[in-house]
């Protein structure tokens, strides 16, 4: 095969993928598996080439640097933070957002960045989310210019250096032209922004699991606002109502001051419930009851069940199943106050926190229909919280110093390894 043959080849093979990964964008793992064999059949890579790829220390990196992305995306640092990203003012939110989107992605992966301030964007009520969402997605891409771990692009161009035999990329090599980078394109997309689209969401009301949360003593939430908790950019969970004593608000406001005993009211995906357990002193029904939310099951009342027309409080409910009612769902019809004071009617959706005897119980296929467990999204606990902070600053700064004092051209000390090397010095 000629060298042009080769060359047409490639470029074959690329447009094709390119074109796949548009057709298949549920599926880029087979995609890129079949573009693998491609190139390892017309004999474009060789073997020792794709094994060594395995061990390429910027894709190792790179991979890593997903792993940390990924454990503090569980953690509510990044919400924290995000949380005073959007204010009143347009043009302050815009500069938070960009520079926020910016610094975060020169040391985490982009997506987890972009995904994190989503949620807090498109449920923002100051701004329409159609002239913020450009300014998150650019601020991510020209922050990663600024640092070699901003970009996967600059880890594996790294690593290929290396192993031709030149000197590792420094750490910072890229800053100055990144800044210039940043700078540049964020003012030019600052000036730019009266051109950006306004366009509000339709809101529409859809029948959702309706979950009961209760404020308890000593709670961090108590005597602060529903907007600086961050009760409102919660994703796909929505603050509906709040049951204080017997007065019920709602709609509930951005400046509704949070107090002890109060019940949150929230409508939403169901599996996002352990998202409330980040919250100090915020706790449902099941977390009263000793039972936790990641072993939950879903069912339906049936006609002929004993519940019908009683209350879970009166009929006694965890007494009878070893289960708690984490969340309620009635067809074509809203649900309003405490869970445990709503009247049960046939076919009402239920899902619960159950507990060891649960299955055991010979009365759960007299009073329901079992559907399927319900597997609910991983949340970290604070003692998890903190070490993954602290795991992830410990191997970032001891790689920034590995990168600052390695010996120019001592490829064992510099590039990519010097985050590894900076992980194994704890």
Request: glycine share 8%.
């Amino acid at each position: 095969m000629t060298e042009h043959s080769t060359a047409y080849l490639v470029i074959g093979l690329f447009l094709a993928t390119i074109a796949a990964l548009i057709r298949f964008q549920s599926r880029p793992e087979r995609v890129f598996g079949l573009l693998l064999l491609a190139l390892y059949g017309f004999q474009l890579v060789s073997t020792s080439q794709v094994v060594s790829s395995f061990a390429n220390l910027g894709v190792l990196t790179l991979v890593l640097l997903m792993v940390c992305s990924l454990a503090l995306e569980k953690t509510k640092l990044l919400r924290v933070v995000a949380n005073y990203v959007i204010h009143v003012s347009y043009r302050r939110s815009w500069l938070n957002l960009f520079a926020f989107s910016a610094i975060a992605s020169s040391i985490l992966n982009n997506t987890a960045v972009v995904s994190t301030m989503l949620a807090p964007t498109r449920s923002n009520t100051y701004h329409p989310a159609s002239k913020l969402l450009i300014p998150l997605s650019y601020g991510a891409i020209l922050g990663g210019t600024l640092t070699l771990v901003g970009t996967s692009t600059n880890l594996i161009v790294n690593s290929m250096m290396i192993e031709a035999g030149y000197a590792s990329i420094g750490f910072f090599d890229f800053t100055l032209v990144g800044i210039a980078l940043v700078v540049g394109c964020g003012a030019t997309l600052f000036l730019s922004s009266a051109l950006l689209p306004s366009r509000t969401r339709k809101t529409t009301v859809i029948s959702d699991y309706f979950i009961d949360t209760k404020v308890t003593a000593g709670s961090e939430l108590i005597g602060r606002s529903i907007e600086s908790n961050g009760l409102r950019n919660l994703e796909s969970l929505f603050l509906v109502e709040i049951q204080r004593g017997k007065q019920l608000i709602s709609p509930v406001t951005p400046h509704e001051v949070i107090q002890e005993n109060d019940r949150l009211l929230f409508s939403g995906d169901i599996k996002k419930v352990t998202l409330l357990e980040q919250f100090s002193g915020l706790v449902s029904f099941a977390n009263r009851n000793g039972l936790p939310l990641d072993n939950l099951s879903e069912v339906i009342v049936r006609p002929e069940s004993v519940l019908v027309g009683k209350t879970l409080k009166r009929a006694g409910f965890r007494a009878l199943f070893d289960a708690a009612v984490v969340a309620i769902k009635r067809d074509g019809e809203p649900i309003s106050g405490k869970l445990g004071e709503v009247v049960l009617r046939p076919g009402d959706f239920l899902v619960l926190a159950v507990g060891d005897d649960f299955k055991s119980r010979h009365n759960i296929s007299k009073n329901f229909f079992l559907l399927s467990g319900v597997e609910t999204e991983r949340t970290l606990t604070k003692q998890q919280e903190y070490l993954a902070i602290f795991w992830f600053w410990h191997r970032y700064w001891a790689s920034c110093c590995g990168y600052c004092t390695a010996l120019p051209g001592d490829a064992d000390a510099t590039g990519s390894a010097a985050f590894f090397k900076g992980a194994d010095s704890q």
